[in-house]
């Protein structure tokens, strides 16, 4: 059984950073694309940024770009998101996915499992 544990969210001000971690465990962690999404009240699930099974190819959402960076660290089954400027229209629920794909893609269709999400909140 595949598990995606997120944590790291919060309450942060315009400007600061947060650094979400996500643990996986149930597959065969390097040979899957991972993908950090966020979601809002009344809108789609979007991606945020995504990353490769080898973690050399990685995909930003334009809006992220410069300000977030994906890494992973296939030793600890663990993918992380740096958010770094963070502005009050980042404000979402973060989700962690595993792709069945090894290559990065931003497309949410193209990723079967899913963690429970972790809160993050930007005040101005």
């Not at 966020?38 to 699930?45: A, D, L, Y």
Request: net charge neutral.
């Amino acid at each position: 059984q595949v598990q995606l544990v997120e944590s790291g969210g919060g309450l942060v001000q315009a400007g600061g950073s947060l650094r979400l971690s996500c643990v996986a465990s149930g597959l065969s962690f390097a040979v899957h694309a991972l993908g950090w999404f966020r979601q809002t009240p009344g809108n789609e699930r979007e991606a945020v940024a995504t990353i490769s099974g080898s973690g050399a190819i990685t995909y930003y959402q334009d809006s992220v770009k410069g300000r977030f960076t994906i890494s992973r660290d296939n030793a600890r089954n663990t993918v992380y998101l740096q958010l770094n400027g963070l502005k009050p229209e980042d404000t979402a629920v973060y989700y962690c996915a595993a792709s069945a794909l090894i290559r990065a893609t931003l497309n949410p269709v193209l990723f079967q499992e899913w963690g429970q999400g972790t809160q993050v909140t930007v005040s101005a």
